[in-house]
C-alpha cells in the first residue's frame, strides 16, 4: 500500500480529522493506497506555516530563490523514472509519456521559473513637464492557493508552484484527489532542495472539502486554479466576495481545421496525437475536427485506419499508445457520451467500446473513439468529453469553418492546417480561442501567455504573465524639485 501524508512546514502529517479517501490505480481497479481528506483545520495549518514562512521568503535575494528552483529542477530530473513509474500508477497514462512530457516538463516548470525571476523587472516612467517619476514596486502577495486537476498532475501543479514561489510567495497547494502521488514525493524533493520551511505546504483531498476550505479562506489572497469550467464558475462565484485574485484555467472543446492545402502526412500524424495522446485527456487536446471537403473521404479513411493500429494497453507497457483512463466515473461518462451521439444520430466510425486488457480486467480501458457527425450542434460537439473521443464533420468555405470552430462555448485552443499565409493570418485573427497553432500542436514554449477565452477561463499563465499574476503592483509617484 502506497499511503500519503500532507506536506506541511516541511514534514509529512496525518490529517487532523483521521480521514482518508481511497486511491485507485486505474490500470486494475485496485485500491493501492490511502490519501488525506483533509479538512478546514489542516488548510488553517498550511497557512499558518506558509504566513510564519512568508516574511523570511519575500526577502531572500532572487539569486537565492533561483538557485533552489534550480535544484528542485535537477532534483526531479535525477529522480525521472521514479516520478514517472508513480505518475503513470496513479494517472493510466502510459509510462512512455510520463517520462517524456510529464516529469520533464515539471522539472522545466522549476527551471524556467527559477531562470525568469532574475530577468523579471518592473516598469517605471518618467512624467515629464510634472518633474515626477513614478515606477511600479512588484511586491509578492502572502500566501496564495493553487488547486490543480489529475490529467497533468505534476506538470500542472508545479506550472503554478514554481512562479508562485520565484516571485516570493508562500503556497498552500492541493493536488487532484484522483492524483495525489507525484505531488506527495515533490515534498521530498523539496527539503532535499533546501527550501525553507512552510514555503510550499500540500495538503491532500477532495475539492468539496478541502480545495472549498482553501478558496474559504479569508487570508489566502489569491487562487490559481485550473479544471473544470463548472468547478471554476464555483470558485469564482465563492472567491468573488472577498476580492481575490483569481487565474482560471478551465475547460476546452477545441477545433482542428484541416485544409486540403496543408502538408498532409504531417497533419495526419499530428491529427492523431492531438486527438489521442494522454487517452484525449488533454485540456488541448482538438475533439472537434473539420476537414475540406475535398479531401474528406481521403482523410477519413486514413485516419480510421491509423487510429486503429494504436495500441490500447497496460500503462507499464512501453509499447502502449493508450492507457487506462483515470478513473471509473469517468469511464463511464465518456461512455456516456458515445452513447448519446449514437442516440443523436452520429456515426460511430471506430472504436466505441470499453476494452478489457488481458491480466487487468478491472483496469478503466476504452478504445480510441472516432465519431462522424452532421453538425456541430449537437451535444457531442459542444460538450467537453476528455476522454479518447473526436468527432469529424467536413466543410466547404473558410467562412464555414471560423463559424463552426467559433460555434461553442470554449475558447481554450485551435489549431489550423494549411500553407496559404493569408488564411493563417486570418484565422489567427479570427478564432476566439487564447491560443492559435498553425501547421502543429502542443508545441510549448514557456515565455507564451497561456490561457482561454470564454468558458475556458480568465487569466493567462506562462512566463512573465504568471509572475506578474503572483504579485501586487503598486505605483509609487515621487515629486521631485
Ligand atoms: P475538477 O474541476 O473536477 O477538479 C480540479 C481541481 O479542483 C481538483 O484538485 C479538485 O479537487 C478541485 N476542486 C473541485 N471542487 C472544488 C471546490 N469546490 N473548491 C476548490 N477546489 C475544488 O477538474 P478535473 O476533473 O480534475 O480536471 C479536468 C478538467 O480540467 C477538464 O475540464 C479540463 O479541460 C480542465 N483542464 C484545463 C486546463 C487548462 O489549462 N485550461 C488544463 C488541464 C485540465
Redesign the pocket.
Known amino acids: 500500500m502506497q499511503n500519503i501524508q500532507n506536506y506541511i512546514n516541511g514534514n509529512f502529517h496525518n490529517p487532523i480529522n483521521n480521514e482518508w479517501i481511497d486511491n485507485y490505480n486505474p490500470s486494475n481497479g485496485a485500491v493501492y493506497g490511502q490519501i488525506p481528506n483533509s479538512s478546514k483545520e489542516d488548510v488553517e495549518q498550511a497557512y499558518q506555516s506558509a504566513k510564519s514562512a512568508f516574511k523570511q521568503w519575500s526577502h531572500t535575494s532572487f539569486e537565492e530563490r533561483s538557485r533552489i528552483l534550480i535544484k528542485i529542477s535537477e532534483l526531479l530530473e535525477a529522480n525521472l523514472q521514479r516520478f514517472a513509474e508513480a505518475e503513470s500508477k496513479d494517472n493510466g497514462k502510459p509510462i512512455s509519456l510520463a517520462k517524456s512530457v510529464d516529469i520533464p516538463r515539471a522539472a522545466s516548470n522549476f527551471r524556467f521559473f527559477g531562470n525568469a525571476i532574475t530577468q523579471f523587472a518592473s516598469e517605471s516612467h518618467e512624467s515629464v513637464g510634472q518633474d515626477a517619476i513614478n515606477f511600479t514596486l512588484r511586491q509578492p502577495i502572502g500566501v496564495v492557493g493553487c488547486?490543480?486537476?489529475?490529467?497533468?498532475p505534476l506538470y500542472?501543479f508545479t506550472w503554478k508552484i514554481a512562479p508562485a514561489i520565484a516571485a516570493g510567495n508562500c503556497v498552500v497547494a492541493?493536488?487532484?484527489?484522483?492524483t495525489p502521488l507525484t505531488a506527495y514525493l515533490l515534498g521530498e524533493i523539496c527539503n532535499e532542495a533546501g527550501l525553507p520551511k512552510g514555503v510550499l505546504n500540500i495538503v491532500q483531498g477532495?475539492?468539496?472539502t478541502t480545495?472549498?476550505a482553501?478558496?474559504e479562506h479569508p487570508d489566502i489572497k489569491a487562487i490559481s486554479?485550473?479544471?473544470?469550467?463548472a468547478?471554476g464558475a464555483?470558485?469564482a462565484r465563492t472567491a468573488a466576495p472577498m476580492f481575490k485574485k483569481l487565474s482560471l484555467?478551465?475547460?476546452?472543446k477545441n477545433p482542428n481545421i484541416i485544409f486540403a492545402d496543408c502538408d498532409y502526412d504531417k497533419m495526419l500524424e499530428t491529427t492523431v496525437r492531438s486527438s489521442f495522446a494522454n487517452q484525449g485527456q488533454i485540456?488541448l487536446c482538438g475533439s472537434r475536427i473539420f476537414v475540406e471537403e475535398s479531401i474528406y473521404k481521403k482523410f477519413k479513411a486514413d485516419f480510421v485506419q491509423k487510429v486503429k493500429q494504436l495500441k490500447v494497453g497496460h500503462p507499464s507497457d512501453e509499447s502502449t499508445d493508450i492507457g487506462a483512463l483515470v478513473s471509473k466515473t469517468h469511464l463511464e461518462k465518456v461512455e456516456l457520451y458515445v452513447k448519446i451521439a449514437e442516440d443523436e444520430g452520429a456515426k460511430i466510425l471506430c472504436g466505441g467500446l470499453e476494452v478489457t486488457v488481458n491480466g487487468y480486467e478491472n483496469g478503466y480501458y476504452f478504445q480510441p473513439t472516432i465519431i462522424e457527425v452532421q453538425d456541430n450542434v449537437c451535444r457531442i460537439n459542444q460538450e467537453?468529453v476528455?476522454g479518447p473521443v473526436v468527432t469529424i464533420m467536413s466543410f466547404k468555405t473558410d467562412k464555414e469553418a471560423l463559424v463552426l470552430a467559433n460555434d461553442v462555448k470554449y475558447g481554450?485552443s485551435a489549431t489550423v492546417w494549411t500553407s496559404n499565409l493569408n488564411r493563417t493570418m486570418q484565422f489567427s485573427q479570427k478564432l476566439q480561442t487564447g491560443i492559435v497553432w498553425v501547421n502543429t500542436w502542443m508545441m510549448r514554449d514557456l515565455r507564451t501567455p497561456f490561457g482561454?477565452t470564454k468558458a475556458?477561463?480568465v487569466g493567462r499563465e506562462g512566463g512573465f504573465d504568471a509572475l506578474r499574476f503572483f504579485t501586487e503592483p503598486k505605483n509609487v509617484c515621487i515629486k521631485y524639485e
Not at 486554479?225 to 469550467?229: A, R, V
Not at 484555467?249 to 476546452?252: Q, R
Open positions: 488547486i490543480s486537476p489529475w490529467n497533468l500542472l492541493k493536488p487532484s484527489e484522483v477532495l475539492g468539496t480545495g472549498q482553501i478558496v486554479f485550473t479544471g473544470g469550467t468547478t464555483h470558485i484555467e478551465l475547460g476546452g485540456c467537453e476528455f481554450l482561454g475556458s477561463g
